[in-house]
């Protein structure tokens, strides 16, 4: 893996608990134990972290933008609580059937990312998610992916279909391992 710069991040079940009933207030909002302070060790590298997200709850109706914002800034006031910060936020607020470009498994948020961090080398830049779409849409945007086993999906079952795509991708149990790795190859290059 080349020297990473930059570090693209799922949301849900990546930083924060998932659930198959969605993220609809801070309340619910709950940082995986370790993220936040991986995202903290990534800044202090020097590494710009953003996070690409899809958030259909909003485009479905189930919560409206004030209560999305309020989510988001307790995610950003928790993150730099511990030292960490988010030099970007991509949100995808659409339903899968809306016919967006920036929905993952599509590469629109991460290539509206890499336009906004003014991203010119790609592979300096790796998506860490716990899906197959965020596999599927870091293939598309040309990008290495991690997956994560943090989400509330089979992660053996999305390890074994992601590898189809990128035969050498690592799988790591949380965020801090997987950026435990990502620091330690860069020290590595």
């Not at 893996?1 to 991040?9: G, H, K």
């Not at 924060?16 to 903290?40: R, V």
């Not at 779409?133 to 390890?159: E, N, W």
Request: hydrophobic share 40%; with cysteine; glycine share 8%.
């Amino acid at each position: 893996m080349t020297s990473i710069q930059t570090v693209l991040l799922d949301r849900d079940g990546v930083i924060n608990f998932d659930s198959p009933n969605y993220i609809l207030s801070p309340e619910q909002w709950l940082p995986i134990p370790g993220s936040l302070e991986a995202i903290a060790r990534l800044k202090q590298a020097g590494v710009q972290v953003s996070v690409c997200s899809n958030q259909s709850a909003l485009g479905r109706g189930m919560i409206d933008q004030t209560m999305f914002d309020a989510i988001q800034e307790k995610m950003i006031a928790e993150t730099e609580k511990l030292g960490g910060s988010f030099d970007y936020i991509a949100v995808c607020p659409h339903g899968p059937d809306d016919g967006c470009a920036c929905r993952k498994p599509l590469p629109g948020m991460l290539l509206d990312t890499f336009k906004a961090l003014n991203i010119q080398d790609k592979s300096t830049a790796v998506m860490i998610g716990d899906s197959y779409r965020d596999v599927q849409a870091a293939h598309a945007a040309g990008i290495d992916a991690i997956l994560v086993r943090s989400g509330y999906g089979d992660a053996d079952a999305i390890f074994e279909k992601s590898k189809a795509l990128m035969p050498y991708i690592q799988t790591f149990h949380d965020l801090s391992e997987a950026v435990d790795a990502v620091l330690s190859q860069r020290s590595e290059t």
